[in-house]
C-alpha cells in the first residue's frame, strides 16, 4: 500500500520558516517526480513545486520563487519543502503528490498525501 505521509507544517509568525517533509512508503521514490501543491480556504488547490525523479527538472509557482526549495533524497524515500520568508498568503494545506515520471507534467498525480497545515500569522 502507497503512503505519502506529510509532517513539519504548523504556526508560524510573518518572515519565519518551516520545513516539510513527505516521506513515501510502498513505492520507490526515485521512480517518480514528486510535488508540492496548497490549497487556501475558499481556493482551488495551486501548485507550489516540484522535483525530478533525479533531482532535475525543478520548477517553482512565482509565488514562492526565491523563498522556497524543494529537495529530494531517494535513499530515506523523502521528498523535502523549505520555506522561508513565510507570508500570511502562504497559509494553506500543504500536500505532496507523486507522479509516475521523470519530471511533472499537468496537475496529475498518481498518489497524495493527506496534507499538513501551515499557518502564518501577521
Known amino acids: 500500500q502507497v503512503q505519502l505521509v506529510e509532517s513539519g507544517g504548523g504556526l508560524v509568525q510573518t518572515g519565519g520558516s518551516l520545513r516539510l517533509s513527505c516521506a513515501a512508503s510502498?513505492?520507490?521514490?526515485?521512480?517518480?517526480?514528486m510535488a508540492w501543491f496548497r490549497r487556501s480556504p475558499g481556493k482551488e488547490r495551486e501548485f507550489v513545486a516540484t522535483?525530478?525523479?533525479?533531482?532535475?527538472?525543478?520548477y517553482y509557482a512565482d509565488s514562492v520563487k526565491g523563498r522556497f526549495t524543494i529537495s529530494r533524497d531517494n535513499a530515506k524515500n523523502t521528498v523535502y519543502l523549505e520555506m522561508n520568508s513565510l507570508k500570511p498568503e502562504d497559509t494553506a494545506v500543504y500536500y505532496c503528490?507523486?507522479?509516475?515520471?521523470?519530471?511533472?507534467?499537468?496537475?496529475?498525480?498518481?498518489?497524495w498525501g493527506q496534507g499538513t497545515q501551515v499557518t502564518v500569522s501577521s
Open positions: 522535483i525530478g525523479r533525479s533531482g532535475g527538472s525543478v
Open positions: 503528490a507523486a507522479r509516475y515520471a521523470s519530471a511533472w507534467l499537468g496537475t496529475t498525480a498518481d498518489y
Open positions: 510502498g513505492l520507490s521514490l526515485s521512480d517518480y517526480a
